[in-house]
């Protein structure tokens, strides 16, 4: 029986050699991948398999939400295969599977992300937090970001 699975796809005006760097270069990641108007308080990058990565986005009001993640496969620029979960205590912690893909289209990328829950009430739990909608507000961020470093 397979895993329930989730799949985001996007476009990007940029190489995938850019949007995959943008990805594991912990000081452009710690650029983007984050909610609006929050701060980046911790960004490491261990890019290899096995590796770790750690983000902790800090809210406006000072609260840490912090993720967690092991490099199950690492493919520049093509693919990274990970791990994640949040990086904390809280008792309901699974962690999910997750496959990027870095496409080439035209000289820019499309992006598919792909995650594996555990359930599809884990999926549903997940997916219910308005995870969709934080992804969408990653990507605008990642969207400036590399506009800035194709522009350079």
Not at 22 to 38: I, K
Not at 41 to 51: E, T
Request: one cysteine or more; a negative charge.
């Amino acid at each position: 029986m397979s895993q329930p699975t989730s799949t985001l796809t996007r476009a990007f005006l940029a190489p995938p050699k850019l949007v995959f760097q943008a990805w594991t270069d912990p000081a452009l990641l710690a650029q983007w991948f984050l909610p609006t108007g929050f701060t980046n308080a911790r960004c490491d990058v261990d890019l290899r398999p096995g590796g770790e990565f750690r983000v902790h986005m800090r809210a406006p009001d000072g609260q840490i939400y912090p993720t967690h993640g092991r490099y199950l496969a690492v493919t520049a620029p093509d693919s990274l295969q990970y791990v994640d979960t949040w990086d904390d205590d809280r008792e309901h912690n699974p962690p999910v599977r997750v496959t990027v893909a870095f496409e080439a289209d035209n000289g820019d990328t499309r992006q598919v992300i792909t995650s594996q829950f555990i359930s599809e009430a884990h999926r549903d739990e997940v997916m219910a937090q308005g995870v969709a909608d934080g992804w969408e507000m990653f990507f605008r961020n990642l969207d400036a970001l590399l506009a800035k470093l194709v522009a350079t």
